[in-house]
């Protein structure tokens, strides 16, 4: 995701800035700029792309001075340009701001501001920042600074700088990552610690609702009400390449870890108590949503398991009947596709060939189009009528851990706009389903508390050479995605059956000791899913349940138990997936595997 820097000192500030955004690349980023105060004046250089078109353009056009910040945007709001880059600046460009995070209220404030007179030239929430401190300064940058933040909803690591007190940089976090860099006569602001490691091992961690205020030889935190704060100074001890995944061993298990975040992200100014769902870059209206009679959801791999979800929640919300497919079988089989098709495209990258193929066979046959992906400007992106971005940021890990628990928030937050656009569900069961998804993060949170026992049973279970994994309903969409997760990055064969077909032929290979995963937190079907376990149990089975709290007959039917909090059923794909995720990373790190890099697999799958 975005990452910031700042630097005040006596040294150009362009190049330090330059170097601590390279440190940064590791967070993915589709444009880059930065903002440096010289003479009474901020001059901005920005680029859409690399790293190196900035310095390209920093050496054609260099800008001078001791005080800057920097950023690079990897896009949320608005696509990657010039114009939607960071720094964004006031109107007469005194104030130049860098900006991480979600600005949930950006409308909003949009609005407001426009009402008091100011323009806007980007499409991002970002821009609303300059121009309120702008509103508010009155000589002095940390209180128009702190009296910006009290009206922004939402995540944000900000860095400010303004013409007026040249010598100064404000910066501020909540809910996003910011550090400060401590050195004699310079001081630094970064996202993360490997962006200032060349300067300085001596860094503040800052906490949510901290401002700091530095100069080249003075730093001052803040709390949120004007208070000055005594910090301790960090000692980073680690080396750049450990930070950069976030202290995790591998970008894999970072992602994981990042998913309540992520999940809350995706949600965010789209699904909100008492309020109508936001969507505003999907403009389908209720008379086009009543001529819709069928829905394909086309994508591959991990988003093609998303769409089997998807499938499940559009029809028992909106009741409109949805065929999943994977991409490439679908344009090969003459699909009915007319003006009344709503396509749903699924893809993290929006560069999959296949999915794009699919997308462009749908619009050729006038189908409506929405892709869900993750990558703003990306070609499905541009291809489709509609959108709707998850907001999972980079994904880096080949395995797709936090890009399917968005793609599945993506699918029950389409299937809420479309019942209530058909009036199938009442407004109180879509409250009650808001409810039940805006508790999700921290459903997650708790899944991610199993590390220990399920590191245990891939201890013990690393050598076998084949897999079941179980479910019935939502369950066996989460059983296909946990059981493609083993497959790509443990390399042990593994299938998913949904329960009830199993003695229809694969209950043949179920010997003495075979493992198999049941997935029972669908409670309509816990009992029917206990009696198939039965089966396999009886058949010398070693299985293991994920099942919700509560439902701890299931003891006595299993070898082994994983509870997950309580969920709504409709949801509980969310939080299921998550120890499946942690059981394909544990089983690939006991057999040594290159988790973040499978053999024989691309992240982009770009050829057909
Ligand atoms: C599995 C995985 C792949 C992708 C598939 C589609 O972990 O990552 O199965 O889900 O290649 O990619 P996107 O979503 O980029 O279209």
Not at 76 to 84: D, I, K, Q, Y
Not at 422 to 431: A, G, L, P
Request: glycine residues 6%; contains cysteine; negative net charge.
């Amino acid at each position: 995701m975005c990452g910031i820097v700042g630097y005040t000192g006596k040294r150009e500030a362009s190049g330090i800035l330059v170097e601590g955004l390279a440190k940064l690349e590791y967070r993915g980023y589709d444009s880059a700029g930065i903002a440096v105060i010289d003479n009474n004046k901020i001059n901005v250089s920005k680029v859409k792309g690399r790293l190196a078109n900035l310095e390209a353009q920093l050496s054609e056009s260099p800008i001078q001075g001791v005080v800057g910040i920097g950023h690079t945007r990897w896009a949320t709001h608005g696509a990657p340009s010039v114009t939607n880059s960071h720094p964004h600046t006031n109107e007469n460009g005194t104030i130049a701001v860098v900006h991480n995070g979600i600005i949930e209220n950006y409308l909003e404030l949009r609005e407001w501001l426009k009402e008091k007179g100011y323009n806007f030239v980007s499409e991002t929430d970002t821009e609303v920042v300059p121009h309120l401190v702008d509103y508010f300064y009155n000589g002095n940058l940390l209180e128009a600074a702190m009296k910006a933040v009290e009206k922004l909803e939402g995540s944000y690591a900000l860095g400010i700088v303004n013409v007026n007190e040249p010598d100064k940089i404000v910066a501020v976090r909540k809910d996003s990552p910011l550090i400060v860099g401590l050195k004699d006569g310079e001081n630094f602001i970064a996202s993360d610690i490997p962006a200032v490691l060349n300067e300085t091992r001596q860094v503040y961690l800052l906490e949510d609702n901290q401002f700091v205020v530095l100069t080249a030889s003075s730093v001052d935190i803040y709390s949120a009400d004007g208070q000055k704060i005594e910090k301790e100074v960090y000692h980073v001890t680690w080396n750049a390449d450990a930070a950069e995944k976030g202290g995790y061993d591998h970008f894999m298990l970072k992602e994981i870890h990042e998913q309540p975040k992520v999940i809350k992200d995706t949600m965010t100014s789209r699904i909100m108590l008492g309020e109508e769902i936001k969507l505003d870059k999907i403009t389908l209206t209720k008379e086009q949503i009543d001529n819709i009679d069928k829905v394909y959801i086309v994508a591959c791999g991990t988003a093609y398991h998303a769409g089997i979800v998807g499938k499940y929640v559009i029809e028992k919300l909106a009741r409109i009947p949805v065929e999943v497919d994977i991409a490439s079988e679908f344009r090969y089989r003459d699909p009915i596709i007319n003006e009344k098709t709503l396509m749903i495209v699924v893809s993290q990258s929006g560069e999959t060939a296949d999915t794009l193929a699919a997308l462009r066979l749908g619009k050729s046959k006038n189908a409506r189009v929405i892709a869900v992906t993750n990558v703003v400007g990306s070609t499905v992106s541009r291809e489709a009528d509609d959108i709707l971005y998850t907001w999972a940021g980079p994904e880096i890990a080949v395995a797709s851990t936090k890009a399917y628990t968005t793609q599945l928030i993506a699918m029950y937050i389409i299937a809420l706009f479309l019942a209530k656009n058909k009036e199938t569900v009442s407004d109180s069961q879509i409250e009650e389903i808001k409810e039940a998804m805006i508790g999700l993060p921290s459903l997650v949170e708790d899944a991610l508390n199993h590390k220990d026992n399920i590191k245990k049973f891939a201890k013990e279970f690393a050598k076998e050479t084949d897999m079941f994994f179980l479910g019935r309903g939502l369950d066996y969409a989460v059983a296909m995605e946990g059981s493609l997760k083993l497959k790509e990055i443990s390399y042990i064969h593994s299938e998913a059956y949904a329960a009830g077909e199993l003695k229809h032929g694969p209950i043949a290979l179920i010997e003495d000791g075979t493992v198999v995963i049941a997935l029972a937190t669908q409670e309509d079907l816990f009992d029917k899913m206990v009696s198939n376990i039965k089966e396999v149990k009886t058949r010398g089975a070693h299985v293991a349940a994920l099942a919700l709290e509560g439902n701890q007959t299931i003891e006595k039917t299993v070898d082994a138990v994983l509870y997950l909090p309580k969920v709504m059923p409709l949801l509980a794909p969310v939080v299921s997936v998550v120890p499946l995720q942690l059981l394909s990373y544990y089983m690939s790190i006991e057999k040594g595997c290159d988790v973040d890099k499978p053999r024989n697999l691309a992240k982009s799958v770009t050829v057909e």
